[in-house]
């Protein structure tokens, strides 16, 4: 079990530019979430996939954002035209049944958008 | 909409003092209840959860908390703080579709 990964760990970006994260999952866990999370805040839910279904995605969730899970293993999340306001730290976790399980969580993206 | 309270954004506490972080929710249906803790420049890691049975659940580096149905809280304890304890600590509910919903966090400052 080497945990959650996330590349890459901090990314500064210019206003208009599209980035794109990648978060690597424990290999045995099924669901995987991304969250967004702002200094003073606790996490906002941004989507989640259960294997490769995308089955929520937050309301409050721009189009300019997407995600996938291509094979059902890792995941990418991308935002196109950035804005100063996505600035934030991105956080994948992942977990294995929803029913009281754990998430088990990244170090996160730190996005800085200039 | 369930939703998470936490009171205090700091808590400052002297060394081997004791410490509350209170955590209040509101629910009408039976949940299940976390304690997050964030250490600086890391990710979230679980510190204790409650699903069912005891209501009072501790972690392995000696917190604890006490599910309270009616009063509807979750307020996580340590009798004697150290340094390393120094982090933020979020409370989560999850709600009916086993979604987190998650407090704004309190942030514990050791005061040597």
Known sequence: ??????????????????VTFRCDP???HNRLYWYRQTLGQG?????????????????LL???????????????????????????????????????????FGNGTRLTVT | AQSVTQLDSQVPVFEEAPVELRCNYSSSVSVYLFWYVQYPNQGLQLLLKYLSGSTLVES???????????????????????ISDTAEYFCAVSDSNYQLIWGAGTKLIIKP
């Open chain 2, 60 to 82: 392995i580096n000696g917190f604890e908390a006490e599910f309270n149905k009616s009063q509807t809280s979750f307020h996580l304890r340590k009798p004697s703080v150290h």
């Open chain 1, 62 to 104: 721009s189009d300019r954002f997407s995600a996938e899970r291509p094979k059902g293993s890792f995941s990418t999340l991308e935002i196109q035209r950035t804005e100063q306001g996505d600035s934030a730290m991105y956080l994948c976790a992942s977990s294995l049944d929803p029913r009281g399980s754990p998430l088990h």
């Open chain 1, 26 to 28: 424990i290999s045995e």
């Open chain 1, 43 to 59: 996490p906002e839910f941004l989507t989640y996939f259960q294997n490769e279904a995308q089955l929520e995605k937050s309301r």
């Open chain 1, 1 to 18: 079990d080497t945990g959650v990964s996330q590349d890459p760990r901090h990314k500064i970006t210019k206003r208009g530019q599209n």
